[in-house]
């Protein structure tokens, strides 16, 4: 018994044992596990470091390797671009003018050849024809003058305004080719003036019907004569149009008739065909300054031909009255006395005329009547006229032509006035005094006239008013009463002088 407990004893102690040795062997292989999975974290954590940094830097080299391409590719560009744009003072390839090649010349060399085909297409020559005739002209000769200023200026700013991005784009765009045009420009006065020159011969001008006055106081007539002419707008207006590059060789000219503005048929219509009337006046020749006044503005009147529908004016005809045309000092009326004066005596000219005028039944639209009554014509048919705005004034309404003739006497002058005869018509003039103004007496001391002495400086003269009428009738009847403008004539007062 005790024998086997001894060997329990020893079994268990073995057993003992070998628990601890076993216990050992645990912990020896946990203590190498563990060195071992620690050594496997270690290497892994190291591992997994250097792939980081291996991943940044391929991260960066993707970034920086792109980056330089474009940095480099922009350099490259940029580079390319200022070789590219560089000014060579040169016109760029592709650049043309009216379709001259310019590119790759200076302006000087670019000019020099413009100006060979400026001086070609103005010495450019077209013919001119009329009616199966020609005559050749320059066209520098009608005017035309071709400048390349502004076009040589516009082909050698290209790619040369902007950045130098555009400036290369404007390159690219012109070697494909840009043309610019030289500038025309036509002198219309010189153009103007060429045709008439060279058409001259083609031409003629249109000639009015004329005539002249002959001595049986009629007219004789001249046929007109129609022109030629060409329609100088039109002709103009085609040569400008001309394609000066491709110009036509010939211009077709085409004559128009030029019609003139007077004919010998409405001179027929109007012309002179008898006596329309005739006045005569007295006048006092022992006045010889008077008569001589008389004389000259009658011969000034003489032959007056006026148109119809045109306005006889006596100041007009006759003109001025000056010493250089002979007229001297004689009496004229003056603030309603009669004193010395240039020229005094032509209203008595004047006075004719106009009743020469009424008797002819002209209209009258300017006459005055003298401040105090005359006497060589009736009261209510005078005209006072004095130079320049005093003036007497007729339109001719006749239809036709007037003719005026003047005839003086030692002591008359007669006017007789020439025109288209109305048959049958007899004009009268009739006047009649409305009323009469008194003289009045006037005395005016004279120191040389001795105490109560009296002597008559100026006669007195009554004042009036009259009324006058013209009266036209055709084969005997009235056909028309027209009253006249009524005619005032101051009293002329009667001057003594007497002693103090």
């Known amino acids: 018994m005790e024998e086997s407990q001894d060997h329990r004893v020893r079994l268990r102690s073995k057993e003992v044992a070998a628990n601890i040795v076993y216990e050992k062997d645990q912990d020896l292989t946990n203590s190498r596990s563990t060195r071992s999975t620690r050594s496997a974290r270690s290497t892994h954590s190291t591992r997994s470091t250097h792939s980081t940094r291996l991943n940044r830097l391929l991260k960066r080299k993707s970034f920086y390797i792109p980056l330089g391409i474009i940095l480099l590719t922009l350099v490259f560009v940029g580079t390319s671009l200022l070789i590219y744009t560089h000014d060579q003072h040169l016109i760029v390839e592709g650049i043309t003018i009216s379709g001259i090649k310019v590119g790759d010349l200076t302006q000087v060399q670019a000019k020099a050849i413009i100006d060979k085909e400026i001086q070609h297409l103005q010495s450019q020559t077209i013919k001119l024809d009329v009616d199966q005739q020609s005559t050749e002209v320059k066209l520098e000769d009608l005017g035309l003058a071709v400048t390349a200023d502004l076009a040589l200026q516009q082909a050698y700013d290209i790619s040369r305004k902007g950045s130098i991005f555009n400036r290369a784009v404007t390159k690219m765009k012109a070697s494909k080719g840009i043309n610019f045009e030289l500038s025309p420009k036509w002198d219309d006065q010189k153009l103007k003036d060429g045709l008439n020159q060279s058409l001259a011969k083609y031409s003629s001008s249109a000639k009015d019907a004329s005539f002249e006055i002959t001595n049986q106081n009629t007219m004789a007539i001249h046929d007109e004569h129609v022109g030629s002419t ?172 007037l003719l005026i ?64 009428v013209r009266t036209v009738k055709v084969n005997g009847k009235i056909v028309s009463s027209e009253p006249l403008k009524q005619s005032v004539y101051k009293a002329m007062p009667k001057i003594y002088a007497v002693g103090p």
């Open 230 to 401: 060409f329609d100088s707008a039109a002709l103009i207006a085609q040569i400008k149009s001309i394609n000066l590059f491709k110009p036509v060789t010939e211009v077709k000219v085409a004559l128009i008739n030029q019609a003139p503005k007077l004919t010998a048929a409405q001179l027929e219509s109007q012309k002179i065909t008898g006596l329309l009337a005739s006045y005569t006046t007295h006048f006092n020749p022992s006045e010889v300054a008077r008569t001589e006044n008389v004389r000259i503005a009658a011969k000034a009147l003489d032959m007056a031909v006026i148109k119809p529908d045109a306005t006889l004016s006596f100041n007009q005809i006759v003109g001025e009255r000056t010493v250089e045309d002979g007229y001297l000092d004689a009496y004229i009326i003056v603030d309603d006395k009669f004193v010395p004066g240039l020229a005094g005596g032509i209203c008595q000219v004047s006075s004719t005329l106009y009743n020469t005028g009424l008797l002819a039944n002209l209209a009258v639209t300017q006459r005055t009547n003298h401040d105090v009554a005359i006497s060589y014509v009736p009261l209510g048919q005078d005209a006072t006229v004095a130079y320049p705005d005093l003036d007497l004034k007729f339109k001719n309404n006749s239809e036709g032509y």
């Open 405 to 468: 003739r003047t005839r003086t006497t030692s002591d008359t002058i007669t006017i007789d006035m020439y025109g288209k005869v109305n048959p049958g018509q007899e004009v009268s003039i009739a006047n009649t005094t409305e009323s009469v103004i008194p003289s009045e007496e006037q005395h005016v001391v004279d120191e040389t006239l001795a105490h109560g002495a009296s002597v008559l400086k100026q006669q007195g003269q009554q004042g009036y008013v009259v009324n006058s």
